[in-house]
């Protein structure tokens, strides 16, 4: 068993902090993981790229070929059209639906969003909001986690135990706040993908 991830955003927003989470929780299980990164220029929102493959056998290549990603997951909703691309059929993408205005050139979001709908398999999460509510407006990285938990093939309570020891140095506070980000995410893409099958 194995899953192909392409984790995106853009500077600042956590993407790394997910892919260490991720890590942690595969080796927690038993399993292997193979992990490749592109960081841009954080200080002027430059994209940031993962390719993360966790599976119960040895991972031989951490880049991940067009086709072929299980899910893309992304912070910002510009970011994940960007890779579409990456996905196999029948793949599923969990992204933010608040855009990161980084370009002169930033299409209506309107437009950005009835294309992110118009994807089979897309969950929209209103993470921002979901983050401020759950104590940290830093956290829409752990709900975007958290809406694509059923899509990662390893145990919640292990992801929930990675949360809270990568956050450990920050204090309780942050901890239980990134995790209280986490379980809301979780809901809100329980939720999302109930509304779109009914």
């Known amino acids: 068993m194995q899953t192909d991830i392409i984790l995106a955003g853009v ?24 992990q490749a990164e592109v960081h841009g220029m954080s200080q002027r929102g430059g994209e940031v790229l993962s390719h993360l493959r966790i599976g119960d056998k040895p991972i031989y290549s951490e880049l991940i070929p067009k086709g072929a990603a299980n899910l893309v997951l992304s912070v910002e909703p510009l970011e ?28 209506p979001m309107e437009r950005v969003r009835g294309a992110l709908e118009a994807l089979p398999n897309a969950t929209l999460i209103e993470a921002d909001k979901l ?32 949360i809270l020891k990568s ?3 920050k204090g309780e506070k942050v901890q239980q706040s990134n995790l209280a980000a986490f379980r809301a995410g ?3 893409g329980e939720a999302w993908r109930a509304k779109r099958s009914a």
Do not use: C, H
């Open 11 to 34: 500077g600042g927003q956590g993407i790394l902090s997910v892919a260490v989470v991720l890590d942690s929780a595969a080796l927690e299980q038993g399993w292997y993981f193979k």
């Open 80 to 107: 994940s059209l960007r890779y579409v691309d990456f996905l196999a059929p029948g793949g599923a993408l969990v992204t933010g639906v608040d855009p990161v205005l980084n370009i002169s050139n930033y299409p």
């Open 131 to 162: 983050a401020r509510d759950a104590g940290s407006a830093r956290a829409a990285n752990m709900v975007l986690l958290g809406a694509a938990a059923p899509f990662l093939l390893i145990k919640e309570e292990l992801i929930e135990r990675a």
């Open 167 to 169: 956050f450990e140095r």
């Open 186 to 188: 979780k809901a809100a």
